[in-house]
């Protein structure tokens, strides 16, 4: 295997001046035409131009300013095309390729490929290089100009149109751009089409291409980028840049969308939504995934990456920016918490297992592999730490600096951390530790109390533990905020953000009448595990009266697995947590949305994880039962509170999907989910015949399933909904997901072998794979139905999909914390795929990964 290294970074040595591409698309034998205007670069000279390209390109025609090249002086070998320096002229000169692809034999959705008819293309990473032979890499970047011949009806591509006649488009694109940055659409598509003025008063026309019939769910997709055009200029003060924005829809794509220079391409569950046919969360996730492509066109395209160890330039500082734009969008707090969510059963997940890499890793095998919660999240907490380490004002001047500095360039993390240096004065030496070392620390917080003196000292020690290739750890710059409660509620010193730097350092508070209670780690200020002396009591105390959000719904996560991992262990508890959450609950003045989170129990995964932190193998078996019977608990003792929540949580009128009515259903499933272990699911047989939305129907149908009850309101809903494949991916999804774990793999079987389960559609199979994943207890039975399930579905996949068999595969990154039994089984499927003829070069990385 080739294993690529940061620390092997070369400049290329020609400069592209230019790309002009023609396309011939026919469905078996599209011919591309690329035309590259080339420099040799003045210190480099006499170096060979190495091209990439796949082996599946049939080389038709190449010559150089118009001239064939002796035969010898041309050479592929692998996924490359080298053209020796001795054929090179010295001066700028024209290289043109002419190669033949078979877009119809292309089922990895990445390159050109075919979806529903329609030609289209994913190149990030490194798809361009299965469309022609290009220097396939972040730092070569040039204006495009594109002319598309085709019958279908409407062509896109990047920039601007210029041209438009029978058979013919033709785009420019003045923004140099990397190869993965192009994109082209060719088929049978309506748009909703809508207008932006920017600040400077250029109008911009958008649309949002879809099939024929799909345009009335394509609304809210584009009142969302609307939005996001509108904040990217007023908080950033960043504005549009082309004439046109386009988006289109795809059913058959690898990722969530593509951000494109111009025309950003979407997986079409991330744009088309109605009520009928998407939840609340699917609303949320559109309107952040729109935000987030757009956020792009400047951190991302303006500003691109020089190579793919600097991924995390774009995608953190992007994520970064659409979790900004989520939380002025709906509610900061609500945002916040679930996000930290995300994070630990993501990414804390990843950082303590084997596949744990940094932020910005130092070598891969398959760069694909790394579209990580690590790069993405994790990337994203590191830039909320600097900004509370400069401060809002410094954060908007370093930004300011970025824009203007690296415009048009291809930069580095260690550009990004100079400009918050020059911009702040500030030294970031140890911060940049956050970039190379993986791991989650741990922060341990020692409280001394000193009565005579008013005085309270916290020592706080951070570690980290050892992971894959990194043994030691030196500490880090940790902000960690806090603040401090009196006994009587009441908060007597405001959040203050304490450094810490050294592996142990102590912190004072003075002036204090009474002993207090510290509200430690407020708003999630650092993306560590934190460890405390605290009992139950006072965390209760916490939940009932810590004014940071975060850490009063922290408390009352932690009361809950506290009980949970007690109850997971043989133990009792619960006790406090139960009461603690009837007071939350019934609290009327507190946000719905809140509340529901506070009422929504720690899934099985999250136990687990607590558990094997704390140095216990998790039995899924046992965690299963705790947290049902936990939940059966919680409804018993707040049978009336949860009843008149479920009946006063109704939001009345026509279906909007904004937040205030979001929080309500979200309050209102809440408590169904609860009732739901003590009526039988009778109330959920009722919802889902009345229910007007989606976020209610899948509530519904989920307690359904849970109580056994599921056959009739599934049959209706295949019936219903048998045209609609986004329905249809919920459907296959819920099943396995919220079956009994004994049978939750032969489901996934029964459904697996349905003339439906259209396998090869990457939404499809991530509805069938994934929704067994998120059955705990299922995915890990003792029996090892559910690993032998998986490998066998990922071996066929990763024949046609390489992305994706290797990204499923993360279903098996905690194996190692099994009892032996589990882990045998877990191993024998990892050891089946590695040992399958001819795997990919993706999957093999993670299944070699995940052995070591
Ligand atoms: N920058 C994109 C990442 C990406 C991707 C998207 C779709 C299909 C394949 C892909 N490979 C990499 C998405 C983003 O983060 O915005
Ligand atoms: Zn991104």
Redesign the pocket.
Known sequence: PMTHLLADYRPYPFTLKATALEFHLASQSTRVIARLSLVPKADAGGQDMVLDGGSELELRALTINGQEPDPRMVMREGETLTIRAAALPAEPFVLETEVQIDPSANTA??GLYISGGMFCT?C??EGFRHITFYPDRPDVMAPFDVTIHSDKPVLLSNGNPVQREAGLARWQDPWPKPAYLFALVAGDLVAISDSFTTMSGRKVALNVWVRPGDEDRAGFAMESLIKSMKWDEEVYGREYDLDVFNIVAVDD???????NKGLNIFNSKLVLASPETATDGDYERIEGVIA??YF?NWT?NRITCRDWFQLCLK?GL?VFRDQQFTSDMRSAPVKRITDVQALRARQFREDQGPLAHPVRPDHYEEI?NF?TATI?EKGAEVIGMLRQLVGEEGYRKALDLYFDRHDGDAATIEDWLQVFEDATGRDLTQFKRWYTDAGTPHVEMHEDWNADDGRLTLTLRQSTPPTPGQQDKPPRVIPFAVGLIGPNGQEVAATRVLELTEAEQSFTFDGLGARPVVSALRGFSAPVILKREIDDATRAFLLAHDSDPFARWEAGRDLALSALTALAQGRDGGEDYVAAIGQLAGDDQADPAFRALCLNLPGEEEIATRLTASGVTPDPDAIHAAREDLARRMAEAHTDLLAGLYDSMVVKGPYSPDSDSAARRALRIAALGLLNRIDGGDRAEVLFGIAGNMTERMAALSCLIRRGRGQAALTAMADQFADNRLVMDKWFAVQPMAAPPAEAAAIAARLARRPDFDWKNPNRFRSLLGGLAANHAGFHAADGSGYDFTADWLMKMDKANP?ISARMSTAFETWPRYDAGRRAAALAALNRMAEMEGISRNLREMVSRMIA
């Open positions: 959705c990445e994913q990030e990473a794509f690898n990722m969530g969308a593509m951000e987030h492509e792009h991302g995608e992007t694909n579209y993405y992305q």
